[in-house]
């Protein structure tokens, strides 16, 4: 036999266990150049009150979940009873409204709960951008000295707080301010 004839299932199998090797990953991880990196500066308004500014000054100090999200987004409305309840639990989550009705959002809040510490109110995108987010929502791990230490896409579930931000953020809590 030829190797002009073995060429086509060398193909065939190079596919096949590449297919395969895909199955076990996990679809909500998605790398981040910013992990292990200073968040990106931003200066937004806030959802509350357009004459307040939240910056990148803000996350600094404590334990940040920062939360890219919308009202237009339905993975969004699904993980809200999760953020409300690290929120209850005392975790400082800073939401980015993204590309979105600043009336509806504060809605939005108004009837669903708030469990954000403050809300930026990102309306062309631009910021979100410089996350890197590629559709909400999305989260973030910071850390006191303003690193992203993890980044998480798609809705927060009990068992992804539970696996995964919870011990992540009982680390961090231990870690001091540089």
């Not at 009837?111 to 559709?135: H, N, T």
């Amino acid at each position: 036999m030829k190797w002009s004839a073995l060429a086509p299932l060398l193909a065939l199998l190079l596919l096949a266990a590449a297919l395969w090797s895909g199955l076990g990953r996990d679809p909500t991880f998605v790398p981040s150049p910013l992990i292990g990196r200073p968040a990106p500066q931003f200066d937004l308004p806030t959802l509350a009150d357009p004459t307040q500014r939240i910056t990148s000054a803000d996350l600094r100090g404590e334990v940040t979940l920062v939360n890219v999200w919308g009202t237009w987004c339905g993975g969004c409305r699904q993980e809200h009873a999760v953020l409300l309840g690290l929120a209850r639990d005392g975790v400082r989550i800073v939401g980015i409204d993204w590309k979105d009705d600043a009336a509806a959002a504060r809605d939005w809040l108004r009837q669903l709960g708030d469990p954000y510490a403050m809300v930026a109110f990102d309306a062309d995108g631009r910021v979100a951008i410089d996350w890197g987010v590629y559709g909400a929502p999305e989260t973030f791990v910071v850390d006191r000295n303003g690193m992203v230490r993890d980044k998480h896409v798609g809705p927060l579930t009990a068992e992804v707080v539970a696996t995964r931000i919870v011990p992540l953020l009982a680390a961090l809590q231990k870690e001091s301010v540089r």
